[in-house]
């Protein structure tokens, strides 16, 4: 897991190979105008899901992991959002079988710590790390960057 401010994301473009060309992407691209919904940077290889959502009390939301993808969340406008984390090797109570057409899992454990982003930073969840998003009070408008490990 990564959290940092967007304007020190080329500290991070060695992390993994399609990371470079995510961030470079972030960076050209015009959120404020930019429809809720998934819009393909790269194909499916590096792709965007922008969303609008209510915020949730921390019990409400759940830990999810993904195989397929590295997410990078930005939020890009409204409430600070706060992420439950715990490391993937730690999850033990999951609510069913890894959906693998959805790349998700879903976790009834507590997370180990939360942390909480603001408009203009982001953070980098891979593939061993267990998060519960949009923890807060609120609305917050975000991009989530889907990256193809």
Wanted: a negative charge.
């Amino acid at each position: 897991m990564i959290f940092d401010s967007l304007q020190n994301c080329t500290l991070y473009a060695n992390v993994h190979p399609r990371l470079k060309k995510a961030f470079e992407l972030i960076a050209a691209t015009d959120w404020e105008h930019m429809e809720p919904g998934i819009h393909e940077l790269e194909g499916r290889d590096i792709y965007v899901n922008i969303m609008e959502r209510d915020l949730k009390k921390k019990g409400d939301a759940k830990l999810e992991v993904h195989d397929e993808y590295i997410d990078i969340q930005v939020v890009l406008s409204g409430s600070c959002e706060s992420f439950g984390w715990s490391e993937r090797k730690a999850l033990r109570m999951p609510q069913g079988p890894f959906n693998k057409e959805k790349d998700i899992c879903l976790f009834d454990d507590e997370p180990q710590t939360y942390y909480t982003l603001r408009p203009g930073q982001f953070t980098v969840l891979f593939p061993e790390d267990g998060h519960a998003p949009l923890v807060g009070e609120g609305k917050v408008r975000k991009a989530i960057v889907k990256v193809r490990v």
